[in-house]
């Protein structure tokens, strides 16, 4: 049984940097894809950021939402089985709950929330303007 939990939200002035964390148990990064995604009220959840790991792409594949392209960066750390999410030059409009997705499948290279099969709970990120 695969578990994620997130952590690290808060809140956070425009311009500033938050981290968050996913531990990640009972799957490896191995042939998998990992990513994050965000949702605001009123809003569709909304794909953020992926990595995905196959027999090819050992050291993993990162995807961006352009909106976040520059700012945020997503890591995986094989030590510790923890995803995280560094995200620098906040603005308002990144408020939103963020959730950490697991997925079985490696070599995807995809937005669509349809290929994870795991997620958390969510950590609530509000950035003030």
């Known amino acids: 049984q695969v578990h994620l939990v997130e952590s690290g939200g808060g809140l956070v002035q425009a311009g500033g940097s938050l981290r968050l964390s996913c531990a990640i148990s009972g799957r490896t990064f191995s042939n998998s894809t990992m990513g994050w995604f965000r949702q605001s009220p009123g809003e569709e959840r909304e794909f953020v950021a992926s990595?995905?790991?196959?027999?090819?792409?050992?050291?993993?594949?990162?995807i961006y939402t352009p909106s976040v392209t520059g700012r945020f960066t997503i890591a995986a750390d094989n030590a510790t089985n923890t995803l995280y999410l560094q995200m620098n030059s906040l603005k308002p409009e990144d408020t939103a709950i963020y959730y950490c997705?697991?997925?079985?499948?490696?070599?995807?290279?995809?937005?669509?929330?349809?290929?994870?099969?795991?997620w958390g709970q969510g950590t609530q990120v509000t950035v003030s303007s």
């Open positions: 990595i995905t790991f196959s027999d090819t792409w050992r050291d993993g594949i990162k």
């Open positions: 997705a697991s997925g079985s499948s490696g070599g995807q290279l995809t937005t669509r929330s349809r290929i994870y099969d795991d």
